[in-house]
Structure formats: structure tokens, C-alpha cells
């Protein structure tokens, strides 16, 4: 496979809808911003960027063991703590829930980066499902995450557009819109912590 394709798995798995968690994610961190403050959110989705290319990495070299029940328990924990620290952080100085500003950069910059690492750990069986044996991993790797960050730049630029009618269009207020945002991912993240919970413990639906 070449770098095209890979690529193109990377961008093809971020979007897919039957993968909506990582979407979910995507969204909850976005909640509390506004298309303007683009860039301060584009700091945050590089350091989550950077944490599931690192532990891509670490999972395809084996220097990490990936227990996927468990992986898959906490991606939903992962989204479910965030939509919490939305609806637990007050709006200010068109701020996201994790404040970039007044020396806070650095520890947020690692909150974001521990969930990129999770999400990672998750995309890794995905990855090594794809890999031809003996293949070398630094153009895949490369190519992978390349797609990952392009196809979450494409789903932050639809939902600030949209969060752009909503807010300045509609005028909205942003603390509920971030509520409302917030309330229904972590709703859905729930549901499928529940869901995880009970594939961990060998619970039938019976």
C-alpha cells in the first residue's frame, strides 16, 4: 500500500458515521467555542493529534500492550468526562471549557493529549488490521495520521460554521447552546459506557 491509501484510510476512518465516537469526542471538545477562536481549538486538536500518534506508534511497535475491551470502555469514559468539564466550566472571555490562557496551557495541553492517546490505542487495531506483514511502519503511521488530522480539521470547520449560525445568526445564547451540545453527547456517551460495561463483564442484552 502507499501513501495515498493510507491516507485515505486515515480521513475514511475519523469520518465514518458507524465510528461516531471519535466524532463525539471531536464535538464535545468544540462545545464552548466559536468560530472566531479557531485557533485556540486548533492548539487543543494538535495535542490530540500528537497523543493518538504517539500511542499509534507505541501500540504497532507492541511497546504498549492494547487491551481492546478496555480501550473501548474508556473512549466513551474519555468523551463523557469532557461534555462533565463543559457543563462544569462557565463561559468566559470566549474560553473553551479547557482555558488555554493564564498559565493553564501546559496542563490542558496534557489533559487533551491523555485522551488523544486513548482515541489512539483505540485506532490501532483498525491500523494493524491493514498492514501487510513485514511492512515498515513510518509511511503508514505518517500517512494514517495525516488523514486522522485532516478529517477532524473538516468536522471542526462544518460544526463552527455551524455553531457560527446558531450563535451569531440566530443569536443564541452560548451557554446554552454549549449545554445543550454538551447534555446530548453525554447522554449518548452513556449510553455506550453502559453498553461497554456490560461487554467487560460478559453481560448478555438478556
Not at 483498525?126 to 488523514?147: D, H, M, Q, R, Y
Request: proline content about 3%.
Amino acid at each position: 500500500m502507499n501513501f495515498g491509501l493510507y491516507l485515505n484510510l486515515g480521513l475514511e476512518h475519523i469520518t465514518d458515521p458507524l465510528g461516531y465516537d471519535h466524532i463525539l469526542f471531536i464535538l464535545a471538545m468544540s462545545a464552548n467555542y466559536r468560530l472566531r477562536e479557531w485557533k485556540k481549538l486548533l492548539i487543543l486538536v494538535t495535542a490530540f493529534t500528537f497523543g493518538h500518534s504517539l500511542a499509534l506508534a507505541m501500540a504497532m511497535l507492541k511497546i504498549v500492550p492494547v487491551n481492546a475491551a478496555f480501550i473501548e470502555f474508556l473512549i466513551p469514559l474519555s468523551i463523557f468526562t469532557t461534555c462533565l468539564l463543559n457543563l462544569n466550566k462557565p463561559l468566559s472571555n470566549q474560553i473553551g471549557y479547557l482555558n488555554i490562557d493564564k498559565g493553564k496551557n501546559l496542563m490542558n495541553y496534557f489533559i487533551i493529549l491523555g485522551f488523544g492517546l486513548i482515541h489512539g490505542l483505540g485506532f490501532s487495531n483498525f491500523l494493524k488490521e491493514t498492514l501487510v506483514e513485514n511492512e515498515s511502519l513510518f509511511i503508514p503511521l505518517l500517512a494514517f495520521n495525516l488523514g486522522l488530522e485532516i478529517g477532524q480539521i473538516f468536522i471542526l470547520s462544518i460544526f463552527l460554521i455551524f455553531n457560527f449560525i446558531i450563535l451569531e445568526v440566530l443569536r443564541k445564547q452560548p451557554r446554552d447552546w454549549s449545554i445543550f451540545i454538551s447534555g446530548a453527547i453525554a447522554s449518548l456517551s452513556f449510553l455506550m459506557l453502559l453498553e461497554k460495561t456490560r461487554a467487560i463483564l460478559g453481560l448478555s442484552e438478556g
